[in-house]
């Protein structure tokens, strides 16, 4: 349901609208407790959902990984360059390489993380809407799909998580071979650098909002999908489904994160 | 219905699952030695020692902020909180291994710049003296750039307001500004610098004049001393004549030259002729003399001398 559809509706329609909405939401933050809790149940574990679970990591993570990170180094790069080259001719280079980490690390890597697993979960649900087993509606069908789509979920979240990760540990290293070369005599001071930015609500922040990203690219695809095999709506629509809602949660958790930290 | 499972199974790359696992540990333990390095950053494993710093005002220092020596970071800001007396206490964990740094002579000091956050620093001048002891309190000195711009900015008001107060209209500046123009537009009129003395071409015009005057006096004066029958040819008259009158007195000192010594010819002689008397004198004394007492003799002889004798009463 979208917000601007409310212009075509009648005054005496808003209600049920609104309903529709609030259910939406809902059933999406069940499919995301729903994960979570087929995540930490051990019974969820059988050798299917083990191998759903790998095959989703597979594609999600390993495939994307050394592309991701390729991509990610070289505009992390240029980043870091122009920001130490302008610090400098500022005469404040010892805050350079403090801003490089703060924006880098904590801001960007994350989110384009999480751009980029939604984009290709994106692609993989796309590819599920057209699978015989989403139009089927039968019960056992449907928690089929929903065990499916939780292995997706976790896969999607470890997506995230791995990609932040490792792009955030290779700007570190390119931050550090950018200020002070292959030398390891800048390591004490760097480490002094890094550990000021990294406070620990800082730190903490840094890991719920990779975590919370990795959450809203599993969950609110999947809940979308979801939604279109249960009422067929907007299936016919070339727009991924739940694109809006992904991009709408992740800046608020973005801001949620920036307000938290900086105010 | 189909299995999905099973047509994962069939679709599925070569050692999916071994993959998927080695990834899982490969990022549990990426994140794991993140944690660590992070936590070692912040100096979670090293082994310190606390020193407080008291503060008027601890504006700008914050957690986790560094305290350096000589450039170097040697201590991390822990806590800072307010003391019952209403200082600031700034609590610095000092590593072990960086604490021979810091000795009990040493100062502390908290710099604020224009640009850039809030500096903690460590001065010790004597390196020798004995180490600072775990807890120890020290008042620490502040050196705030930006506390010097309001006084700045007051001297540098006063420096404007005296700038304004000289460079107003009615101002002593402008005034003699006023002046030395009127000089120098004197100085250029047609008497020029006679002009500017005297303060206008009218006086200048009355100095000229007299000027004019002062020499048709001098012609005429010129006239009577050095002209024909002037005071000039009567004085060379005089001193012709006076000339004669100063040989005439010369010869007459001659003579007077000569009467003198006569006169002192005159003088020697009298000199020896009243050595002679002296001589004389002597002579006519000692016969006085003997005439007295010739005559004190007779008087004793003569029957009828009165007799000289006293009667006392």
């Known amino acids: 349901m979208r917000l601007n559809s409310f212009l075509y509706l009648k005054p005496q329609q808003w209600g049920r609208a609104v309903a529709h909405y609030g259910a939406s939401w809902w059933r999406m933050l069940l499919l995301g407790a729903i994960a979570l809790v087929l995540a930490f ?68 890597i994350p989110l384009a993380a999480a751009m980029f697993v939604a984009l290709r979960a994106g692609m993989a649900f796309n590819a599920a809407a057209l699978d015989p087993l989403a139009w089927d509606r039968s019960p056992q069908a449907a928690w089929q799909l929903q065990r499916e789509l939780a292995a997706q979920v976790s896969a999607n979240a470890f997506a995230v998580l791995s990609l932040a990760i490792v792009s955030s540990v290779l700007v570190l290293v390119l931050a550090y071979l950018n200020v002070y070369g292959l030398s390891p005599w800048g390591l004490d ?47 016919a629509s070339t727009m991924q489904p739940g694109a809006v809602r992904l991009l709408f949660v992740l800046t608020v958790i973005e801001a949620a994160s920036l307000a938290v930290k900086y105010f | 219905m189909t299995d999905p499972a099973t047509d994962l199974a069939t679709d599925a790359p070569p050692h999916i699952e071994v993959k998927a696992v080695i990834l899982l540990i490969l990022m549990t333990s990426l994140i794991v030695a993140f944690l660590l390095y992070v936590m070692y950053a912040r100096g979670v494993f090293e082994v310190t020692q606390r020193l407080v710093l008291v503060a008027d005002d601890s504006e700008g220092v914050i957690p986790g902020m560094d305290m350096t020596f000589a450039g170097f970071a040697v201590g991390r800001v822990r806590r800072v909180e307010l003391a019952p007396d209403g200082k600031a206490r700034i609590l610095v964990d000092v590593p072990r291994k960086d604490a021979s740094w810091l000795r009990v002579s040493s100062v502390f000091t908290i710099e604020r710049g224009l640009v850039g956050d809030t500096k903690i620093k460590a001065y010790t001048g004597i390196l020798t003296d004995p180490p600072l002891q775990d807890g120890a309190t020290r008042m620490v000195l502040r050196g705030d750039t930006g506390a010097e711009i309001p006084k700045l900015v007051a001297s540098a008001r006063t420096l404007l307001e005296n700038l304004e107060a000289m460079t107003r209209m009615d ?60 005071i000039a040819d009567d004085t060379q008259v005089a001193v012709a004549q006076l000339n004669v009158v100063l040989q005439d007195a010369s010869a007459s000192l001659k003579k007077l030259d000569a009467v003198l010594a006569e006169a002192q010819a005159v003088g020697k002689n009298a000199r020896v002729a009243t050595d002679d008397l002296t001589v004389l004198r002597a002579e006519v004394d000692s016969s006085l003399r003997k005439a007295s007492r010739l005559l004190d003799d007779i008087n004793r002889k003569w029957p009828f001398a009165p007799k000289s004798e006293l009667t006392l009463p």
């Open chain 1, 41 to 108: 149940s051990p019974s969820t574990y059988t050798r299917a959902h083990r191998r759903a679970t790998a095959r989703q990591i597979y594609l999600g993570a390993w495939q994307v990984l050394p592309w991701f990170t390729a991509l990610s180094a070289l505009i992390s790069l240029v980043i870091i360059r122009i920001v130490l080259v302008t610090a400098l001719s500022y005469g404040l280079s010892r805050f350079g390489l403090e801003m490089v980490v703060r924006v880098l690390v904590l801001e960007l």
């Open chain 1, 189 to 235: 001071d760097y480490t002094r650098t890094v550990g000021r930015v990294f406070e620990p609500t800082v730190a903490i922040g840094f890991g719920l909002k990779t975590l919370m990203f990795g959450l809203a690219v599993a969950v609110i695809p999947a809940a979308a999908m979801m939604e279109i095999r249960r009422f067929g709506r907007g299936a």
């Open chain 2, 171 to 230: 101002s002593s500046l402008n005034a003699s500004l006023a002046n030395v123009q009127a000089a120098t537009g004197r100085l250029s009129g047609r008497y020029g610098l006679l002009g500017g003395a005297l303060g206008g071409d009218a006086q200048a015009s009355k100095a000229m004049l007299a000027l004019d005057r002062v020499n048709a006096l001098l012609a005429s004066a010129d006239r009577r001393v050095f002209g024909k029958s002037g």
